[in-house]
């Protein structure tokens, strides 16, 4: 079992940054890809960004530029930097963890951004 906590949601004008963290405890194995997956009210959820534990990163084409994504593996916490955000970047933020086949969710983080 693995378990994630998310912290750093919340409400920010358009143009303005947040950063989103998530801790995973439990049985962490080595080998992993982490990321952040993102639902707006009404739609379906969405990859936002992964890393993998060798540090390799994707980033959906809406947030490249803005979004940043990194670990810290000894802490084994993922990290979301959002900067230049936009009121299209509401939405529910849910970090997800991933290793030979199994995967957890994280209970999410509302991220709201005002124009």
């Known amino acids: 079992q693995v378990q994630l906590v998310e912290s750093g949601g919340g409400l920010v004008q358009a143009g303005g940054s947040l950063r989103l963290s998530c801790a995973a405890s439990?049985?962490?194995?080595?080998?992993?890809?982490m990321g952040w997956y993102r639902q707006a009210l009404g739609k379906q959820r969405e990859l936002v960004a992964t890393?993998?534990?060798?540090?390799?990163?994707y980033y959906a084409d809406s947030v490249k530029g803005r979004f940043t994504i990194s670990r810290d593996n000894a802490k084994n916490t993922v990290y979301l930097q959002m900067n230049s955000l936009k009121p299209e970047d509401t939405a529910v933020y849910y970090c997800k963890y991933d290793d030979l086949g199994t995967h957890y969710w994280g209970q999410g983080t509302q991220v709201t951004v005002s124009s």
């Open positions: 890393i993998t534990s060798g540090d390799r990163t």
């Open positions: 439990g049985s962490i194995f080595s080998i992993n890809i």
